[in-house]
Nanobody
Framework: QVQLVETGGGWVQAGGSRRLSCQTSVDGSSIRAMGWYRQSRGKQRVLVAEITSEGSANYSDSVKGRFTVSGENSGENAKKTVFLQMSSLKPEDTATYYC??????????WGQGVQVIVSS
């Protein structure tokens, strides 16, 4: 059973920074991409940032220049972790952030989500 364990959510003042982490039990060699989506109240879940197994990163326009996604994998069978470093946070970044993983069979997996609250 695939597990995605997210940490790092919480409250932060506008202009501040926060780092989210997501660790998976999936064999790193089977991962096509990992990243983060977010969902604000009353809105759809949208992509924030993702990083592919080749190291290519994609960002939504709303976070470009402020957020950085990165991955860590110490070996083929080691647990893989993806990070989301968030800086210059704005109240509109307030949302539940979900870790997402897709493997080479195109299966999608989701974490349970962590809440990030940015106060003005």
């Amino acid at each position: 059973q695939v597990q995605l364990v997210e940490t790092g959510g919480g409250w932060v003042q506008a202009g501040g920074s926060r780092r989210l982490s997501c660790q998976t039990s999936v064999d790193g060699s089977s991962i096509r991409a990992m990243g983060w989506y977010r969902q604000s109240r009353g809105k759809q879940r949208v992509l924030v940032a993702e990083i592919t197994s080749e190291g290519s990163a994609n960002y939504s326009d709303s976070v470009k220049g402020r957020f950085t996604v990165s991955g860590e994998n110490s070996g083929e069978n080691a647990k893989k972790t993806v990070f989301l470093q968030m800086s210059s946070l704005k109240p509109e970044d307030t949302a539940t952030y979900y870790c997402h993983l897709t493997d080479y069979s195109r299966a999608d997996y989701w974490g349970q989500g962590v809440q990030v609250i940015v106060s003005s």
